[in-house]
């Protein structure tokens, strides 16, 4: 038998349980911030003898779509794509949105996209998701 597990909802005072969970993850892991009012409900695990183990954030929140014409060379198509992210970072992550679904057509272009990922957004809370649902016949 395993070992009897409760699951309330999450409350500020699970905060530090949190940040010692989180400390736990990957580096780079996204946070689902509960205290951030589009991050909820949120619940937490607690295991009889160590207290809280995990912790599960709702996120309810739009995704925004990047679409770059696909014709234009690389260095356009980059430039067209950092400086749309750049310029709504901060109305997007205004209202809680930390994602934003890109569809490139060039394996090689979207590698090197992702590989600069990090210098690209100043604020690096913004994430690009590869979308693959079309790219290369997925």
């Not at 430039?79 to 809680?96: C, D, H, I, M």
């Not at 394996?107 to 600069?116: D, G, V």
Request: charged content about 25%; glycine content about 8%.
């Amino acid at each position: 038998e395993g070992d009897l597990m409760n699951v309330p909802p999450y409350h500020e005072l699970d905060r530090p349980a949190l940040e010692a969970i989180r400390a736990t993850c990957p580096d780079g892991a996204f946070f689902a911030d509960p205290a951030e009012t589009v991050n909820g409900p949120a619940f937490v695990v607690e295991d009889g003898t160590r207290g809280i183990v995990g912790v599960l954030v709702y996120r309810m929140t739009a995704e925004p779509f990047l679409y770059v014409d696909q014709t234009l060379p690389a260095r356009e198509r980059w430039n067209a794509t950092k400086t749309l992210v750049e310029e709504s970072a901060p109305v997007l992550l205004a209202r809680g949105i930390r994602e934003c679904h890109l569809f490139p057509n060039d394996k090689t272009f979207a590698w090197r996209l992702l590989r600069k990922l990090r210098g690209m957004v100043g604020d690096p809370r913004i994430h690009l998701v590869w979308n693959l649902s079309r790219a290369f016949g997925g």
